[in-house]
């Protein structure tokens, strides 16, 4: 989906392109049970939950901003499937239903503990994670080493043309790692 569909404001998203690969990655099926720690505008979550006839996505998010902005956008899509989960990971996931997918969009420095918590609660669970800051993907690569977890990464760096007179200049978006591992069911 186009990102300009999406309500968005000041809050942060996964942009259309990195997103289209990130669901891809996920493998979900039409009775998925996702978590979207970190979820922003919703836009994973509602993109997801349009493909999960049967399925829940739960977008958690702690920032009021986010918050406001996944409910109009649910409202928006129509996508009933969807519930918002108010709260930080890994706290707030202790009593949700056991998931079959999780995509990691940020976790405010706990990504071992929400890493930790996935895997015990579905220990052939469908992990995908979006990292940009180098320190977060070297956060990633060792929670990995230690678990002994093969993982496959993917660099996506999306240029767009922007129209500057009658010319078109490529202009670079921030350059993504994902990384996705597990899913033995």
């Known amino acids: 989906m186009r990102d300009e569909l999406f309500i968005r404001g000041e809050v942060p998203m996964t942009k259309s392109e990195v997103r289209s690969i990130s669901i891809s990655k996920l493998e979900l099926s039409k009775s998925s049970v996702l ?3 970190g979820a922003g505008t919703g836009s994973v979550s509602i993109e997801a939950a349009l493909s999960m006839a049967e399925g829940t996505a739960y ?14 956008n649910i409202e928006k899509f129509s996508t009933s499937n969807v519930i918002v989960t108010e709260g930080e990971a890994p706290e707030v996931l202790l ?3 056991v998931p079959t997918h999780a995509f990691i969009g ?4 706990n990504m071992d503990s929400v ?9 052939d669970i469908r992990i995908v994670i979006n990292v940009i800051a180098l320190e977060s993907l070297q956060d990633v690569m060792d929670w990995l080493k230690k678990k002994q977890i093969e993982a496959e990464i993917v660099h996506v ?9 009658r010319y078109h200049m490529m202009m670079g978006n921030n350059p993504v790692y994902v990384v996705s591992f597990g899913g033995n069911t």
């Open 35 to 37: 978590y979207d720690v």
């Open 59 to 72: 977008a958690i998010e702690k920032k009021n901003e986010a918050i406001e902005l996944i409910y109009k």
């Open 95 to 97: 009593n949700l239903p």
């Open 106 to 109: 940020g976790t405010s420095g």
């Open 115 to 123: 890493l930790d918590l996935l895997l015990n609660k579905n220990p």
């Open 157 to 165: 760096q999306i240029s767009k043309a922007k129209t500057a007179g």
